[in-house]
């Protein structure tokens, strides 16, 4: 059981979740998207949301700003979290656009407040589970998806549930949050996508 739980905080890095809410939308969208189209964004958000934030990891690793991928104190989380902003600015400015896929723009933008919230929040010396922030983000989005395009997903949503709470179980058995952590992650992953939902819904 310990080898499980610690092997759910690594398999379900916050990392995979964004693209995680790409591949979801892709699916489940009615419009019609050219397969081309699809194609570019999700490769472009793999190298710049998983395989750009990982070899800046390794980088602030080798500078001694980072010892774990899991940036288990407040100090070591400020640099990547200023990093991550960035990359998602990147995301908005130059792979999404409003005008073209709205859904996803919004869902990034609301990624890109939680992860400022969390940096200030890191600045503070407060450190909210950034695991329960991304995992929270999806799990919104996907029910702001169901209503948008009236699709029955409660299967999904079923999962997401189990998935939601075998990461916070997670994080306490590692003893890597408290509650009031997790609680925070969570709050601070949901309200921005219930907020922006406003916008496309």
């Known amino acids: ?3 499980i739980l610690k092997s759910i905080s690594f398999i379900f890095h916050p990392l995979i979740m964004p693209l995680l809410g790409v591949l979801f939308y892709f699916s489940k969208s009615p419009r ?18 998983i395989i750009l934030p990982v070899l800046l990891f390794f980088l ?17 989380r400020i640099y990547p979290l200023i990093l991550n902003c960035v990359v998602i600015l990147i995301v908005l400015q130059r792979i999404l ?12 933008v609301g990624i890109l407040i939680s992860s400022m919230t969390c940096l200030i929040l890191a600045i503070f010396n407060f450190k909210a589970s950034i695991h329960m922030i991304s995992v929270s983000g999806v799990f919104m989005f996907f029910i702001n998806l169901s209503i948008h395009f009236s699709i029955n997903i409660m299967g999904t949503l079923a999962l ?5 709470g075998a990461i916070a179980t997670s994080r306490l058995h590692m003893k890597a949050h408290s509650y009031k952590e997790l609680i925070f992650g969570v709050l601070i992953g949901l309200i921005p996508q219930l907020l922006l939902v406003r916008y496309w819904l």
């Open 97 to 108: 656009s409003p005008s073209q896929l709205i859904e996803l723009y919004y869902f990034f």
């Open 32 to 49: 019609f998207i050219p397969y081309d189209i699809i194609q570019a964004k999700i490769i472009s958000i793999f190298i710049l949301t």
């Open 160 to 164: 997401m549930s189990i998935l939601t």
């Open 60 to 76: 602030l690793k080798t500078l001694g700003k980072a010892n774990s991928i899991y940036l288990e104190n407040t100090q070591e």
């Open 1 to 3: 059981m310990d080898r």
